[in-house]
């Protein structure tokens, strides 16, 4: 797998070798995970970072940096290489419902190698549940457990083990990511603004983990409830689930963002921006991708063993 990095204009090409397992899906699908080694990072961004001052328009973050730095220690975990398709969502989706119904084609720009749009939060947790039941019938107590990541576990994800506004580095192209490349970031250079989604995977590029499209083509949910600041949330890699005392119900609820979208500027895809939305937002620029356990960790907490490894 090829991966880049730019510092002050000077960019660097590396083939990065990634391990790659293969997770079974109904009709002989197969979702690939890159394993997360676990560790220490910095979450959040730094005072200078360009960007960070974008969430002026929200009311609940006067006076708050919403993106300061904090120290969070996560153990390791397994993500898929990109977001989910429309053909993984399709599989999954025809199964036996769990708690709710799911529109098997709900994404608004048709393509199986797309990502599943116009999906809300709670038809992704959903998709997860009707595939872990499966995935319990097929394989009993070796079996994988799927779930939507936390907000600490995506930023680390992303990153990779960088500490700029994106995993290539101090700026973005639009040779590497889907985004709004009218607009430009940092030392970077504007350019063809595509107006489109894109298939999962298609720039061909991943950061040092192994992981695609971490920065722009769809946002990505993920567990958390929206909190304007950071400083009271799990230092473990879970997800925050207690909603904040001093915001109303409506934002309370709400559910977080990450990782940008085709449309917006390079900023708002950052590896620390953050948006939310209602949990039953339906949006043509919204996805997911999912994190894996195993069910029982005593055999390996990072990879199940029956998976094939590539």
Known sequence: MLTLTTSSGALTTEVVTVKVWQLPLPGGLQLELVAIPGGEFLMGSPAQEKGRDAYSHMPETTDVEVE???????????????????????????????????????????????????????????????????????????????????????????????????????????????????????????????????????YGLVNRWGLADMHGNVWEWCQDLWHPSLDQGPTDGSAWLEPAADLPETIGQQRLLRGGAWFVNPGRCRSACRIHVRPDDVNYDVGFRVVCYLQNPSVNPLIPQHLAAS
């Open 68 to 202: 300061a730095q904090r120290r969070v220690r996560l153990p390791d975990f397994a993500m898929t290489r990109t977001p989910i398709s429309q053909s993984h969502w399709l599989a999954v989706a025809n199964l036996e419902p769990v708690e709710r119904l799911l529109n098997a084609d709900p994404a608004q720009a048709k393509g199986s190698e797309l990502p599943v749009e116009c999906v809300s939060w709670n038809d992704a947790r959903e998709w997860c549940a009707r595939l872990n039941r499966h995935l319990s019938h097929q394989l009993g107590e070796a079996s994988a457990v799927v779930e939507l990541p936390s907000e600490v576990q995506w930023e680390y994800a992303c990153r990779a083990g960088s500490s700029t506004a994106f995993h290539f580095g101090d700026t973005i192209d639009a040779a590497w990511a889907n985004y709004n490349a009218v607009f430009k970031y940092g030392v970077g250079k504007s350019g063809v603004y595509l107006n489109r989604i894109t298939p999962v995977g298609a």
